[in-house]
């Protein structure tokens, strides 16, 4: 029972560089989501999606862009990595917009 | 716009004690709510939840009731453990004014620690 796998679990970078973070499910599920968990932030919607093919914007989509080329997988890009991208990165998904949904471990990403 | 308000702590209690942690929420339609609890390290689980007024989600010994007259869904557990530790996170998820695939709606989270 895998559920949702964030790949990678740690990664540190330096300005300027880029990088592409994967979530995988195998649930089946339609809708996916990317958050970035900050101190006394809570956790905010970067980006998401409600099936293959399709993606949209959520609350902090600056610096990012993202893909859901199989239904299986939405990756989360950072073209031109900036220190205020420092975060811990969640994937998320759901069979539909009602239901709970099901959170990876996390990324946490460094930006120097 | 919606928005979730929760204590944020820490919030400390001894072993056994009983818990609350409030949450209030604004939504612009009918929301479905919800906690979710993250321990160190790992993501957030499904704790509960309640799709209307007035039901009462339940698991582990924690429970929220969904009160539509005064927009809070309170979590309380009657005697804390010490694995009981962890952030807990209020969330609505609004799919009449189209925040159910905008994803959750979360609360800032509120870290508990409970003392053996």
């Known amino acids: 029972n895998a559920g949702v796998t964030q790949t990678p679990k740690f990664r540190v970078l330096k300005t300027g560089q880029s990088m592409t973070l994967l979530c995988a499910q195998d649930?089946?599920?339609?809708?996916m989501y990317w958050y970035r968990q900050d101190p006394g932030m809570g956790l905010r919607l970067i980006h998401y999606?409600?099936?293959?093919?399709?993606?949209a914007k959520g609350e902090v989509p600056d610096g990012y862009n993202v893909s859901r080329l199989k239904k299986q997988n939405f990756l989360l890009g950072l073209e031109s990595a900036a220190p205020s991208q420092t975060s811990v990165y969640f994937c998320?998904?759901?069979?539909?917009?009602?239901?709970?949904?099901?959170f990876g471990d996390g990324t946490r990403l460094s930006i120097l | 716009g919606n928005s979730v308000t929760q204590m944020e702590g820490p919030v400390t209690l001894s072993e056994e004690a009983f818990l609350t942690i409030n949450c209030t929420y604004t939504?612009?339609?009918?929301?479905?709510l919800f906690w979710y609890v993250q321990y160190p390290g790992e993501g957030l689980q499904l704790l509960l939840k309640?799709?209307?007024?007035?039901d009462k989600g339940s698991n582990k010994g924690f429970e929220a009731t969904y009160r539509k007259e005064t927009t809070s869904f309170h979590l309380e557990k009657g005697s804390v453990q010490v694995s009981d530790s962890a952030v807990y996170f209020c969330?609505?998820?609004?799919?009449?004014?189209?925040?159910?695939?905008?994803?959750?709606?979360f609360g800032k989270g509120t870290h508990l620690i409970i003392q053996p």
């Open positions: 998320a998904s759901s069979y539909r917009d009602t239901q709970p949904q099901h």
């Open positions: 649930m089946n599920h339609e809708y």
């Open positions: 999606s409600v099936g293959e093919g399709t993606t």
């Open positions: 969330a609505l998820s609004d799919m009449y004014s189209g925040g159910g695939a905008d994803g959750l709606t």
């Open positions: 309640a799709t209307k007024a007035d």
């Open positions: 939504a612009t339609g009918y929301p479905s």
